[in-house]
């Protein structure tokens, strides 16, 4: 069977989609005064440059996208914000990113090993902008995330990097897709280093923190994608955070490239709430714990909080729990019954060394949330960080986290 061309698929007509800002509606108007920080920003999403640059795409290139975007005349959900543009085409968030990443793609396919491994990489970081922030119910999204998937399978398929696919059970009959990358030391199994993510990331968006942090280190790599997102979007988010990571951390010692005496997790903001959760129910299988930014109390229990933060996060959060609507007052009941401390874990002592990063001036993860998780540990550390340069920052963040857990991974 002749493969359709990507072109063609990617931009074939489609019927007018639902704009990912209106899938999670208010159910009434905020009083003056008591809105989210980024209501009246020029830009719905959160945008993250440093981020995505050190998944590989040049400042440049993200500002020719931005700028394809800001200056479409199409009409918008919100006139106010420039990523808002409605219907799959032109100035179309979705639309100009998954454009960015046919082109890459596209040149992919021209080429021969290692240089069509990095142009697939390139288009994969592409499409997991264009489906950000991943919320349920936004087909387009769904779309780009497919094919940004598509594209990191194919590219690793041609990479140097040895990268396994396991198709791992989780309950009821049920299976999950996970990617394990092993480094280039032979010796094998490997000490590993099980990523938690955020909820607005897919799992490959790690692949460069493999390459140039853990994989020098000799430390293998486990993602998967948090619930309700990626590969793992038939389980809604709850309560039980840590329930899908669990099911698979169980199951690490039949898996032959993992040393499974020596496991570590790695979370990042919402995923460092999975990753402290494992520290108490399954301090037998761990060695240590690192958390980034977490969000484990403070935000999930302080309305305050919450109201300052970006409108899009909450949407996000909303979008987690399987609702099509935003109200308040009642998502910060719902997440207060997500705070750790609530729950009666963070605040005990748990023998797993426990690391936690706080960079100042986040409005995510104040300096009282990775003290609450310093205390909680009878070995816990605690890195702070000032929060410019922020590329230096983030940089820093990551070296010193990932000699951390080489160091725990790899002592007696």
Same mark, same amino acid.
């Given at each position: 069977?002749?493969?359709?061309?990507?072109?063609?698929?990617?931009?074939?007509?489609?019927?007018?989609?639902?704009?990912?800002?209106?899938?999670?509606?208010?159910?009434?108007?905020?009083?003056?005064?008591?809105?989210?920080?980024?209501?009246?920003?020029?830009?719905?999403?959160?945008?993250?440059?440093?981020?995505?640059?050190?998944?590989?795409?040049?400042?440049?290139?993200?500002?020719?996208?931005?700028?394809?975007?800001?200056?479409?005349?199409?009409?918008?959900?919100?006139?106010?914000? %420039?990523?808002?543009? +409605?219907?799959?085409?032109? #100035?179309?968030?979705?639309?100009?990113?998954?454009?960015?990443?046919?082109?890459?793609?596209?040149?992919?396919?021209?080429?021969?090993?290692?240089?069509?491994?990095?142009?697939?990489?390139?288009?994969?970081?592409?499409?997991?902008?264009?489906?950000?922030?991943?919320?349920?119910?936004?087909? %387009?999204?769904?779309?780009?995330?497919?094919?940004?998937? +598509?594209?990191?399978?194919?590219?690793?398929?041609?990479?140097?990097?040895?990268?396994?696919?396991?198709?791992?059970?989780?309950?009821?009959?049920?299976?999950?897709?996970?990617?394990?990358?092993?480094?280039?030391?032979?010796?094998?199994?490997?000490?590993?280093?099980?990523?938690?993510?955020?909820?607005?990331?897919?799992?490959?968006?790690?692949?460069?923190?493999?390459?140039?942090?853990?994989?020098?280190?000799?430390?293998?790599?486990?993602?998967?994608?948090?619930?309700?997102?990626?590969?793992?979007?038939?389980?809604?988010?709850?309560?039980?955070?840590?329930?899908?990571?669990?099911?698979?951390?169980?199951?690490?010692?039949?898996?032959?490239?993992?040393?499974? +005496?020596?496991?570590?997790?790695?979370?990042?903001?919402?995923?460092?709430?999975?990753?402290?959760?494992?520290?108490?129910?399954?301090?037998?299988?761990?060695?240590?714990?690192?958390?980034?930014?977490?969000?484990?109390?403070?935000?999930?229990?302080?309305?305050?909080?919450?109201?300052?933060?970006?409108?899009?996060?909450?949407?996000? %959060?909303?979008?987690?729990? #399987?609702?099509?609507? +935003?109200?308040?007052?009642?998502?910060?009941?719902?997440?207060?019954?997500?705070?750790?401390?609530?729950? #009666?874990?963070?605040?005990?002592?748990?023998?797993?060394?426990?690391?936690?990063?706080?960079?100042?001036?986040?409005?995510?993860?104040?300096?009282?949330?990775?003290?609450?998780?310093?205390?909680?540990?009878?070995?816990?550390?605690?890195?702070?960080?000032?929060?410019?340069?922020?590329?230096?920052?983030?940089?820093?963040?990551?070296?010193?986290?990932?000699?951390?857990? #080489?160091?725990?991974?790899?002592?007696?």
């Amino acid at each position: 069977m002749q493969k359709k061309n990507l072109s063609e698929e990617l931009f074939k007509p489609r019927f007018e989609h639902p704009e990912t800002s209106t899938l999670v509606q208010p159910l009434c108007a905020p009083a003056a005064g008591t809105g989210h920080s980024a209501t009246t920003g020029l830009w719905y999403r959160t945008l993250l440059p440093f981020h995505w640059h050190f998944r590989g795409v040049p400042p440049l290139e993200t500002k020719e996208v931005l700028s394809r975007i800001a200056a479409s005349r199409l009409t918008r959900t919100s006139e106010q914000q %420039l990523d808002t543009v +409605r219907g799959y085409r032109n #100035g179309n968030w979705i639309y100009e990113w998954s454009r960015q990443a046919a082109l890459w793609q596209e040149r992919a396919l021209q080429e021969t090993a290692a240089d069509a491994a990095a142009y697939g990489l390139h288009a994969a970081a592409l499409f997991s902008i264009a489906a950000y922030p991943h919320l349920s119910g936004d087909e %387009l999204s769904d779309h780009a995330q497919a094919l940004g998937y +598509r594209a990191f399978e194919q590219a690793m398929e041609r990479s140097a990097t040895c990268v396994k696919k396991l198709n791992l059970e989780v309950g009821s009959g049920k299976k999950v897709m996970a990617f394990l990358f092993l480094p280039a030391q032979a010796g094998g199994p490997y000490p590993t280093v099980m990523m938690c993510g955020g909820l607005d990331t897919l799992q490959y968006d790690h692949f460069h923190l493999f390459k140039q942090y853990l994989a020098p280190r000799g430390l293998a790599m486990l993602t998967l994608d948090m619930p309700s997102v990626g590969y793992s979007a038939r389980w809604r988010l709850t309560q039980d955070t840590s329930w899908l990571h669990q099911q698979v951390l169980q199951q690490l010692a039949s898996i032959p490239w993992i040393d499974s +005496r020596r496991v570590a997790l790695w979370g990042h903001r919402f995923g460092a709430n999975v990753a402290v959760r494992l520290a108490y129910l399954e301090s037998a299988r761990l060695r240590a714990v690192a958390c980034q930014a977490p969000i484990v109390h403070s935000l999930l229990t302080d309305p305050l909080l919450q109201r300052q933060v970006p409108l899009m996060f909450m949407d996000m %959060l909303a979008s987690r729990l #399987g609702k099509n609507y +935003r109200d308040d007052s009642m998502l910060a009941n719902e997440l207060s019954a997500f705070s750790l401390k609530n729950q #009666g874990l963070l605040g005990r002592r748990t023998t797993v060394p426990l690391l936690s990063v706080s960079v100042a001036e986040d409005p995510f993860s104040p300096p009282s949330e990775s003290e609450l998780i310093r205390r909680s540990s009878s070995a816990g550390q605690m890195i702070s960080l000032s929060a410019h340069p922020e590329m230096t920052c983030w940089l820093k963040c990551l070296a010193q986290t990932s000699n951390w857990l #080489g160091q725990q991974l790899k002592g007696s």
